[in-house]
């Protein structure tokens, strides 16, 4: 039987589009159970490491950061050195902080020119934010999970800690979906152009 329908949500679009986060890699992690996943509301907050006077450009990057409407997670790096290098993640948000911190620090040494080493020092969590020992969404997954709670028939979401997202719904077994959204979400890893070095394997999100 095939399915009903089939939505992909990627980067800034709502339904379908590219994402900017960085990923590598084609293999499957281990499933994540609903007691090891962390689920937040869609809000975010920004927490302050450090304060640093920025130049112009600089500044507007960071004003942006601190305002995006992508949401988490995110993290902005930066060096304040004669030629300062910034950069920040929270171009769709990742799936993970430490993703982000990774993701930021890499972009704003490839950029460093001169002065001391890149540093973070702002981030971009969900509401009431706990660093554990636990999977975490990005704000694009979160949004489809709370999607497939109202889709018909059998239904599966993929992603990574990249912020990777796919999920299928009107399926007519559960396997079948799931097979679906892992080969899905799997294939943009694979193809995605690479800026970190470092594999971000899939995984099927519980369905809370």
């Not at 930021?104 to 702002?122: E, R, W």
Request: contains cysteine.
């Amino acid at each position: 039987m095939k399915p009903l329908f089939v939505i992909t949500t990627l980067a800034a679009m709502a339904v379908s589009g590219c994402m900017t986060a960085p990923v590598q890699g084609t293999s499957a992690q281990k499933p994540v159970s609903e007691s090891e996943l962390d689920l937040y509301s869609l809000e975010h907050q920004v927490t302050h490491y450090s304060k640093v006077e920025f130049g112009k450009n600089a500044a507007k990057a960071f004003h942006e950061f601190r305002k995006s409407d992508k949401g988490y997670f995110g993290a902005f790096a930066y060096s304040s050195g004669p030629r300062g290098a910034f950069s920040y993640s929270a171009t769709d948000g990742h799936g993970t902080l430490r993703t982000a911190r990774e993701y930021a620090l890499k972009n704003c040494s490839t950029y460093l020119v001169a002065g001391p080493a890149c540093k973070i020092i702002a981030v971009l969590t969900p509401k009431g934010y706990v660093e554990r020992h636990k999977a975490t969404l990005s704000k694009s997954s979160t949004k489809a999970l709370r999607n497939l709670r109202s889709a018909d028939k059998y239904n599966a979401i993929a992603t990574n800690d990249a912020g990777y997202v796919d999920w299928v719904a009107g399926y007519s077994s559960q396997e079948s979906a799931n097979k679906e959204a892992m080969r899905r979400c799997s294939l943009r890893v694979k193809t995605r152009t690479q800026r970190i070095q470092k594999t971000y394997p899939c995984y099927l999100v519980p369905k809370q």
